[in-house]
């Protein structure tokens, strides 16, 4: 099948939209591999959480605007997507910190499902340094730059504590990487040709709390009420 949208590439497309294109592409490579040809905006949104309006403008900025009556061709919006997310080819990736959290990342299987290629790991313990974490040497942090320019490495991620995360995150942008992906509790800065993505589960966990415990107080107000 030849998938062309050539118009579509060249239309920008709003952050919003795209930070829910991964959802659609996860439920779309499931309903591909149950065999599903044609999905209808509402079957997308039931699955991502989405309303079905939004579901149809965003898959707008991709050039498929559906059949009435059939819906979107899933194998279509899987090829439109992951090109627009850059998943077409192989990306390499390098995760600095090799504690807990850098291991786990390091052996997590489902980079490699989608496109992305952990190539390096880098720590500052000399007791780290040079032992294997799923079939790689860990490498200093003195070698990042190195290790990111000679590796075609553009994905640089932080799991250091937060008070070597800065100066990580200037050598993976000396050493040339287009992305950060930081899970230090800290602030970076980057330059702007540079995308920085953070991700702070204590926040996260915070603002749950926050949720549970206000939902928590309203179904025991309830209680009180209808005593």
Same mark, same amino acid.
Do not use: W
């Given at each position: !099948?030849t ?14 939209? /795209? ?13 591909? +591999? ?16 989405v ?6 403008k965003?898959l707008?900025? &991709?050039?498929s ?5 059939v819906?979107? *061709?899933?194998?279509? &919006? /899987? ?5 627009r997310?850059?998943?077409? @080819? ?5 995760? %600095?910190?090799?504690?807990?959290l850098g =291991? %786990? ?11 992305f @290629?952990? %190539?390096?790991?880098?720590d ?8 294997? /974490?799923n079939? !790689?040497?860990?490498?200093s ?10 590796g ?6 932080i799991?250091?504590?937060? %008070? ?6 200037? @050598?993976?942008v000396a050493?040339?990487? &287009? ?13 702007? +040709?540079?995308?920085?993505r953070? /991700? *702070? ?12 415990? =206000?939902?928590?107080?309203l179904?025991?107000?309830?209680i +009180?009420?209808?005593?």
């Amino acid at each position: !099948m030849t998938l062309e949208y050539p118009d579509a590439l060249q239309r920008r497309i709003p952050e919003a939209t /795209v930070s829910r294109l991964p959802l659609y592409l996860r439920s779309l490579l499931d309903f591909s +591999e149950r065999e599903v040809s044609t999905v209808s905006s509402e079957k997308l949104a039931a699955a991502t959480g989405v309303n079905a309006a939004k579901v149809r403008k965003d898959l707008s900025y &991709l050039g498929s605007y559906g059949t009435r009556g059939v819906g979107y *061709d899933v194998e279509f &919006l /899987v090829h439109a997507i992951s090109q627009r997310l850059g998943l077409t @080819r192989d990306r390499k990736a390098g995760i %600095a910190g090799v504690g807990n959290l850098g =291991r %786990a990342l390091v052996n997590y299987r489902g980079f490699g499902e989608r496109g992305f @290629r952990i %190539a390096a790991c880098f720590d500052s313990d000399p007791l780290k340094i040079g032992t294997a /974490v799923n079939d !790689m040497t860990v490498s200093s942090i003195d070698e990042i730059e190195a290790s990111v320019c000679a590796g075609g490495i553009t994905i640089g991620i932080i799991a250091t504590p937060a %008070a070597a995360a800065q100066d990580v995150a200037d @050598r993976f942008v000396a050493g040339g990487v &287009l992305g950060i992906l930081n899970f230090a509790p800290a602030v970076l800065t980057v330059p702007p +040709e540079v995308t920085l993505r953070k /991700v *702070d589960l204590s926040i996260e966990l915070q603002i749950l709390a926050f949720y549970v415990g =206000r939902d928590s107080g309203l179904i025991q107000a309830a209680i +009180e009420a209808a005593k």
